[in-house]
């Protein structure tokens, strides 16, 4: 078996292992990042809100390498910049996803990561409280990359699972987790008719260097005064169903509001009968609200490439974020970011949104032991997987906590490559002070 080494190998390509990997690069370790589809970007190509980076109280707490990714995509015509909105949220970040897909290819090629796309980790060698290498599925056959240290950013958790770390899925007594869904593009449209019929508030308006006219870049809603065609069409599985619309052009927009329960998507063969559902589902909502909903009669669309999935394990760290730490917008001494977005859960028997406030100023820090998986001495987690409740991974799932975890996650790494420790024994105020010149806020102290 063909072997390849590194000093740091970052496993899953979405916005955390990006993150994780240009942080690494950039701290000067020899950087591999390992990702299973046949590009970067993960959830983040579907063309969402990278929520979030102000707080509900109006101060932004989210910068580095996120913010750097906001400016680079605005300076491609991708992004729109942070847009004030009245509605749950003080301010939206729209990104559209394919430019997402081709700002993260260059930003990884600049920062010299050598990327192995169509490359899955299938095992893991762990012996004695370390990974010694992982065995990478690809085109070929199988190889063993090993590194120093790890980041696992496959959002599932896959590396310290396989590993044998400790974890938790879902909902504490019922383990039922959030909803798949699959987000909808739709081309062609008049979006202020739109935002006009369905938007709860007024919408975002934002404009583009090349295209000045403000347009709506967010807004949301629901369908609930079509509920009769919903249950005759069986459009949705559920009525007064939420929707949330975002964008960087004017006749465009990404529809979110699909929705399968009850799936587990660390099964294979239940995510790919969920993907089946979405595409029909979505294929369904298309034709559905061409048909129904003023502005889209003109429009074209077509299902995302991907389905999202929302929840599935956090890996049991050094400290789970809790509940009462949402609530109480706690801070930490080993702190490595903030994040300020509400606990956002979809409800895992009906799909619908609610969203839970965040305590204190209206942000609370991440602790560098959330992710640190319990009993190991050279792997570290970022994003969707860290170690949190699953109330608190409400909030540390979306992209701008990815973004920081992921930085902190691969700079940390880098850090323990280089002095040749373990990564629990990197001393803090180090990794802190790494991060804070990279441009990252730890919050006032
Ligand atoms: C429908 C939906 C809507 C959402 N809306 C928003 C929103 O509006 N705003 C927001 O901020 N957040 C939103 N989120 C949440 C957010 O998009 C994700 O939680 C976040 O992008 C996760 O980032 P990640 O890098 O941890 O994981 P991912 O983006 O899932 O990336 C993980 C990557 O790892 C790869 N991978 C997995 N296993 C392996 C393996 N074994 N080997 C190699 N590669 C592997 C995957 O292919 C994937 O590319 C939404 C989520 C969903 C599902």
């Not at 930003?107 to 990327?115: F, P, Q, R």
């Not at 960087?248 to 998507?265: F, H, I, L, Q």
Request: hydrophobic share 40%; charged share 20%; proline share 5%.
């Amino acid at each position: 078996m063909e072997e390849m080494t590194c000093d740091v190998l970052v496993v899953g390509g979405g916005v955390t292992g990006l993150a994780a990997s240009v942080a690494a690069a950039r701290s000067g370790a020899r950087t591999i990042l390992i990702e299973a589809r046949p590009f970067v970007g993960g959830n983040a190509t579907t063309g969402l809100c990278l929520h979030n980076f102000v707080s509900q109280q109006g101060r932004q707490v989210v910068f580095g390498f996120a913010q750097e990714m906001v400016d680079r995509l605005i300076d491609a015509g991708g992004a729109v910049g942070h847009i004030p909105y009245d509605g749950f949220v003080c301010a939206v970040t729209p990104v559209d996803g394919t430019w997402f897909r081709i700002v993260a290819t260059e930003v990884l090629a600049e920062a010299g990561v050598t990327v192995l796309t169509g490359a899955g980790v299938v095992g893991v060698d762990a012996r004695d409280a370390r990974i010694h290498g992982v065995t990478v599925a690809m085109k070929g056959g199988l190889r063993t990359v090993r590194a120093h240290t790890y980041v696992d950013a496959s959002g599932d958790g896959d590396v310290a699972a396989l590993a044998g770390a400790r974890f938790r899925k879902g909902a504490p007594g019922t383990g039922k987790m959030q909803p798949v869904s699959m987000i909808m593009h739709f081309h062609n449209v008049d979006t202020v008719t739109i935002a006009d019929e369905l938007g709860e508030v007024a919408p975002a308006m934002g404009t583009r260097r090349d295209h000045q006219e403000p347009f709506p870049v967010y807004f949301n809603g629901t369908f609930s005064k079509w509920n009769k065609e919903i249950r005759d069409a069986e459009v949705f599985p559920n009525l007064d169903r939420h929707v949330f619309f975002n964008t960087v052009w004017p006749t465009r927009v990404n529809v979110n509001t699909s929705a399968v329960v009850g799936v587990d998507g660390t099964d294979p063969v239940a995510l790919a009968r969920a993907t089946t559902a979405l595409v029909r589902q979505v294929t369904g909502a298309g034709e559905f609200l061409k048909q129904h909903v003023p502005g889209f009669s003109r429009g074209y669309f077509e299902p995302a490439a991907i389905v999202g999935v929302r929840e599935t394990r956090n890996i049991t760290g050094l400290y789970e974020i809790s509940d009462d730490d949402i609530r109480a917008g706690r801070k930490f001494d080993d702190t490595i970011g903030q994040i300020c977005f509400h606990v956002d859960i979809h409800d895992p028997d009906t799909g619908q949104a609610q969203f839970h406030p965040i305590g204190d100023d209206g942000a609370f820090d991440v602790p560098f032991r959330a992710l640190l998986p319990e009993g190991f001495a050279n792997l570290v987690i970022g994003g969707r997987c860290i170690s949190a409740s699953s109330y608190a991974h409400g909030a540390t799932r979306n992209m701008a906590p990815c973004l920081v975890t992921g930085q902190a996650a691969g700079t940390a790494a880098a850090m323990a490559a280089s002095a040749g420790v373990e990564v629990p024994n990197l001393p803090v105020p180090d990794l802190q002070d790494r991060l804070r010149r990279d441009g990252a806020y730890l919050g006032e102290r």
